[in-house]
């Protein structure tokens, strides 16, 4: 048995203040610390044909491994990011990455799109447009190779404002998803009056379809609401080949969720399109 030395007060002291860092809240300036550390990194999650199973591209996720704490849900640090200005240098973080990852997989031979995740917060920032294209020259990418998945996460403050970076970003060439659709602010208003080209329907409609008669109703609807508006629709969080094959029959075009790909780093995501490059299970 290893001997129990008593501790010496100054490693008594390291341990107690690892202990207060880990418990105490996350603030902005952890977060601000985190971005310039290089503690930010950006995992990507295939979307799949429906249709053929060819893989059509991959959502850009952040993800932040804090020294001390480890990694930090998204969910924690996006809202943390959303009630400050760090929100902006984020996403440019996460922009920038995405478009020169996307770049590469092009230079191996895969033409794939990129999305990104945008707050619409961030789109009351004047010059959001113009820093995104800035970006996108920097990585030789054309803006249609790009989608912009737009979350809703508080009521709209200037919806004049957000219009009109949308119809901005839209006439640069971006293409425009509204995510989680069907949750939260995301509203049939907003999914007819502002530019979008895709829906991305959330996981909770797409979890239970196969289970639950009403969730599968639901996707139905939202499926040909989308496709009458001329969209493009994503279905996310497809967890099994049930639900999948649903989403085929109900004429889904895009899928995503850990049956089809999770969340992968850029060298994984790389070594997976390898080995499925038409790589899904449409039997
Ligand atoms: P989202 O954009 O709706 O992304 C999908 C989330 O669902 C991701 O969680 C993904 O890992 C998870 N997911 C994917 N497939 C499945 C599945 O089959 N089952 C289940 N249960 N979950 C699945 P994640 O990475 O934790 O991100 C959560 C949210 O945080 C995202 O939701 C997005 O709204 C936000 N987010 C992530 N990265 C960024 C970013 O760079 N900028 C902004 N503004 N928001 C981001
Ligand atoms: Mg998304
Ligand atoms: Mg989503
Ligand atoms: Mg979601």
């Known amino acids: 048995d290893p001997v129990r030395k008593p501790l010496r007060p100054s490693e008594l002291g390291n341990i107690l203040a690892s202990i207060s ?161 069907g949750t939260g602010y995301s509203s049939l208003m907003q999914l007819h009056r502002l530019p979008f080209s895709e829906v991305k329907i959330d996981r909770t409609f797409i979890h239970g379809m196969d289970t639950d008669q009403e969730a599968r109703v639901i996707s139905r609807a939202m499926i040909g609401l989308g496709h009458n508006l001329g969209m493009r629709v994503v279905a996310e969080g497809i967890e099994t080949k049930g639900v999948m094959q649903m989403l085929q029959e109900e004429g889904c075009d895009i899928g995503q969720g850990y049956y089809l790909g999770k969340p992968m780093w850029h060298h994984e995501f790389l070594d997976w399109l390898g080995d499925s490059a038409v790589a899904v299970p449409a039997e």
């Open 21 to 181: 860092t880990v418990s105490a809240p996350l603030r902005q300036e952890d977060l601000k610390k985190g971005l310039q550390e290089s503690q930010f990194r950006v995992a990507y999650q295939p979307k799949v044909s429906l249709q053929d199973g060819r893989v059509v591209g991959a959502e850009a996720l952040a993800r932040w491994t804090h020294p001390d704490r480890g990694p930090i849900s998204p969910a924690d640090f996006i809202a943390l990011a959303e009630d400050g200005p760090l929100i902006a240098d984020l996403t440019y973080f996460v922009a920038g990455t995405a478009f020169e990852d996307c770049r590469s997989w092009s230079n191996t031979g895969f033409h794939l799109s990129v999305a990104v995740n945008v707050s619409a917060k961030s789109l009351t920032d004047r010059s959001f447009s113009d820093k995104l294209a800035e970006l996108v020259r920097d990585s030789s990418l054309q803006t249609d190779q790009i989608t912009l998945e737009i979350t809703e996460t508080s009521a709209m403050s200037d919806a004049s404002a957000m219009l009109a970076m949308l119809t901005q970003l839209r006439i640069r060439g971006f293409n425009l998803s509204m995510d989680d659709f």
